[in-house]
């Protein structure tokens, strides 16, 4: 039979163990809180970045609104469109030449 200052110790070892358990890997643990940690700092990245590419959206959106500069450039550059009196040039590389045996 054991004795009741050896079965403290028992007692004792066990919780400590548990608790251990429960500081490093439990859902409240050390290690699911750095996790966590690093997927709050990849989202912050990601958020900032949405945030510039908003920002600059947002801010073509109110020179297209206000500015028939902006959409003149928009027009130029993505439908090709010139004025009366321009020549418009464009200029085509020619794929490489294949090589044969």
């Known amino acids: 039979m054991l004795d009741p200052g050896r079965w ?10 548990m608790l251990g358990y429960a500081l490093t890997l439990g ?3 050390w290690l699911h ?18 945030q510039k ?4 959206l947002s801010a073509e959106v109110q020179d297209l609104r206000k500015g028939s500069d902006a959409l003149e450039e928009r027009a ?12 418009y ?4 590389e020619s794929p490489p030449k294949a090589k044969t045996p």
């Open 53 to 56: 590419r908003n920002e600059a």
């Open 8 to 17: 403290l110790r028992y007692a004792l070892l066990l919780i400590i163990v």
């Open 89 to 92: 040039y464009r200029l085509v």
């Open 33 to 50: 809180i750095r996790a966590l940690d690093q997927q709050i700092a990849a989202q912050k990245t990601t958020n900032q970045e949405l």
């Open 76 to 87: 130029r550059v993505d439908l090709g469109m010139v004025r009366q009196g321009e020549t």
């Open 27 to 29: 859902k409240g643990g």
